[in-house]
């Protein structure tokens, strides 16, 4: 297993990893650390030394994270490696995962600058968008717990491919999670004869694995995603990304104060 973990140093960055670790505790990993330096600079020689010292700076704190990573205790399952670039940010990631075949990107959901009004930190958004490789990303106030249920919100309205159901039954398998199939709608209707074929081929997929399917109607999809993670004692909430009006609505906009599953439970986002 390959894991590519963007990092920039923060604390919160620092709990992805952590996460991460616990997460994949089960499973022999390389874990990729790595650290973009942005583009920002011209040709003079004051903006090179500058572009020096940031480079330096991110070294130490590169050996400071190694030293961090060793006063845990070790799983000899694991393997890390540091790569610092300079670059934009997402085509460096991109360029990582296809060159490192990586299987899962983890991130923290904002870094350094903390939550502000957004729920989902601005390179975390890039990624989970523009780069086509499951996204895990764990917010600042998530500690770990282990995934025994997990819930893949969906509305049937999109297919499911080979590759999404492999990484959904893969996660499951990693620490024998059950997975609940919540149905999501804001009217109370019938399936149509799509959705029913939809929901028919995920049924059958997901035999070998732990799992249910669930039904709430409620007109605020965050809302009925807090109510349902709550009642069932959810730890990991795994989406599709193809289907992004549904997919912006839960991960992108719950700001009301009663919705606090984007601060607390990390999300699985899946690509085809």
């Not at 960055?13 to 920002?40: C, D, G, M, Q």
Request: with cysteine; charged share 20%; aromatic share 12%.
């Amino acid at each position: 297993m390959n894991i590519l973990m963007p990092t920039d140093f923060s604390e919160n960055s620092w709990n992805a990893i952590s996460y991460a670790l616990s997460f994949f505790k089960n499973v022999y990993t390389n874990f990729y650390f790595l650290h973009v330096e942005p583009t920002e600079w011209e040709q003079d020689e004051e903006d090179l030394q500058t572009v020096q010292v940031k480079a330096k700076n991110s070294a130490t704190a590169f050996q400071v994270l190694l030293e961090r990573l060793g006063n845990q205790q070790l799983n000899n399952k694991h393997q890390f490696y540091t790569s610092l670039e300079r670059g934009h940010f997402v085509d460096t990631v991109r360029e990582h995962v296809q060159e490192r075949d990586i299987d899962f990107i983890v991130m923290g959901t904002q870094g350094a600058s903390g939550y502000k009004e957004a729920t989902v930190g601005s390179h975390s958004t890039e990624v989970i968008t523009r780069v086509k490789c499951p996204v895990l990303v764990i917010p600042e106030n998530a500690n770990y717990r282990e995934p025994k249920n997990i819930t893949f919100p969906t509305d049937f309205n999109i297919s499911y491919k080979n590759k999404v159901i492999h990484t959904l039954k893969q996660v499951c398998h990693f620490n024998e999670s059950a997975l609940s199939v919540l149905y999501l709608s804001k009217k109370s209707e019938d399936l149509t004869e799509r959705q029913e074929g939809n929901k028919a081929y995920l049924k059958e997929q997901l035999l070998e694995i732990d799992h249910s399917f669930h039904y709430t109607r409620n007109d605020t999809l965050e809302e009925a995603v807090q109510s349902f993670v709550t009642s069932h004692d959810t730890q990991m909430i795994t989406m599709m990304a193809k289907n992004l009006n549904f997919f912006q609505h839960i991960l992108f906009h719950p700001l009301a104060k009663k919705i606090s599953y984007h601060k607390e439970i990390p999300f699985l986002v899946l690509h085809e």
